[in-house]
């Protein structure tokens, strides 16, 4: 363990997940973290005494040994054992999600029921030619009605695109074993927490304090095992000589520090990975770098009473009129994340860095949200009482129709020229991953510095829905 000086670029899950794993072995790293708080996208951000999460997060995962390193960061009282309730928002109505049966016949109305399910049986008999993208794919499973009433609308909103520029391998991700068939069956079956399609499940655990709370108790088990954490340290080159990485440079407070490397282990955007190898890759891998995509996020948290709030954990906005995708209500994921009489609702909307909405004043938005609320009908405006405004960059990597041949150029380049550096999470791989995923990356990485044989094949993860979405009896 003495000869090895990881490097860890980004203190989200992954990262911290990396270096805990390290630590657990024997083995000390250095961790270097852009910003001022870690977890990432998992972060809980707290003002005015409020929590809330860059969207929700829920924990729930079906690999075992992410389930048991959750309760060996936190202990088990931490955590709180939540019920899941969400709802589709469509044509002025609301839609139990998962699908039930009556009411979606109430919602839709008999003649429209009628029609979506005569649409899936034609998509059974006479499915989408091209499954390669979304719109195809999602057809197939559902039938072009129901996709255009549940699907469509949400999707492009998402990523700002037509759903038929997004590539299909971000449905299988998301929605995996999920079809009409499989949600009908699901509701009319007698009364189980289903664990067989990850979003069917009905309870979720959730730490009191928000997933913010795991990773900051991570980062000081981390640190405990003699690992450094230096945040608002930003990666500026990661250096590499003779077929492998050797050093990493970072800069703090404007002063450069250059760390030895033996092994690179990175969170961050792969892109930005890429274009910071010192001496640099090729143009054509550049070119490759600069033509992933992403799209970011931001937050708009209103405080309002209790009594207007919703049961829902997040309802989906399918509602064109508006631009809100989806609204968190943070008092029904933890009473802890809120305050006495009071809850907050996190209004979510997808949206590009420099565009209207990212650079508009937070009084602005906070003005729109409220607004947005009004005109779904779910809360008076002279009810909230507060609002505060979350940017997240690089928040989802998009899925359009290069992205695959790009990703495979920037992997090429990185097995020939420096394969001791071990890209993992979300942005590290330019992956749809939820936590668990991105923490699953990070432990197997771990495994394969430590020599694990055969060594792992972390591109394997969250890519086929029997893989290790599935939990195998012990």
Request: glycine fraction near 8%; include cysteine; hydrophobic fraction near 40%.
């Amino acid at each position: 363990m003495n000869d090895l000086d990881v490097v860890i670029i980004g203190a989200g899950p992954a990262g911290l997940t990396a270096a805990y794993q390290l630590g657990k072995a024997g083995a000390a790293a250095v961790v270097l973290e852009a910003d001022s708080v870690v977890g990432g996208i998992s972060r809980t951000v707290q003002r005015d005494g409020w929590r809330f999460d860059i969207g929700g997060h829920r924990f729930f995962t079906k690999v075992q040994a992410v389930e048991d390193l959750w309760h060996e960061i936190l202990p088990d009282e931490d955590f709180l054992m939540r019920p899941r309730m969400s709802r589709i928002y469509y044509n002025g109505k609301f839609f139990d999600y998962p699908l039930k049966p009556m009411n979606a016949l109430k919602g839709l109305g008999m003649v429209e029921a009628v029609k979506c399910v005569a649409s899936y049986g034609w998509a059974r008999i006479r499915p989408p030619k091209d499954q390669e993208w979304f719109e195809g794919w999602t057809s197939a499973r559902f039938g072009r009605r129901l996709y255009r009433i549940f699907f469509k609308t949400y999707t492009e909103k998402l990523w700002g695109v037509p759903a038929t520029e997004i590539k299909a391998d971000w449905a299988a991700q998301r929605i995996k074993n999920l079809s009409l068939a499989s949600a009908i069956l699901n509701a009319v079956m007698p009364k189980k927490n289903q664990k067989e399609i990850t979003s069917l499940i009905e309870e979720f655990q959730y730490p009191k304090h928000g997933p913010g709370m795991m990773w900051e108790r991570c980062r000081e088990l981390v640190e405990g095992q003699g690992s450094k954490v230096v945040m608002e340290s930003a990666v500026t080159k990661i250096h590499h000589d003779g077929g492998r990485a050797v050093a990493v440079t970072a800069e703090h407070e404007g002063q450069p520090t250059r760390y030895d490397a033996s092994h690179v282990i990175s969170s961050m955007p792969i892109t930005a990975l890429l274009k910071d190898m010192d001496p640099p890759p090729p143009p054509e891998v550049l070119a490759a770098a600069n033509g992933l995509k992403y799209r970011d996020f931001l937050t708009i948290a209103l405080v309002v009473p209790e009594a207007n709030g919703f049961p829902d954990n997040w309802i989906y906005v399918h509602s064109p009129e508006v631009r809100l995708g989806r609204i968190q209500n943070f008092g029904s994921w933890s009473p802890f994340m809120v305050k006495e009489g009071r809850t907050c609702l996190g209004l979510e909307y997808f949206v590009n860095e420099g565009d209207d909405l990212w650079t508009s004043k937070d009084e602005d938005l906070v003005a729109l949200g409220t607004r947005e609320l009004a005109a779904l009908g779910l809360v008076d405006p002279a009810k909230v009482e507060a609002g505060y405004v979350v940017r997240m960059p690089k928040a989802y990597p998009m899925y359009d129709g290069t992205y695959k041949a790009n990703v495979g150029v920037l992997r090429k380049w990185l097995d020939d020229n420096a394969p001791n550096v071990f890209p993992v999470g979300r942005n590290g791989m330019h992956k749809y991953n939820n936590q668990d995923h991105s923490m699953y990356t990070a432990m197997l990485s771990v495994e394969n510095i430590l020599g694990h044989d055969p060594p792992h094949d972390i591109w394997t993860v969250n890519v086929e829905a029997a893989y290790h979405e599935e939990k195998k009896q012990q």
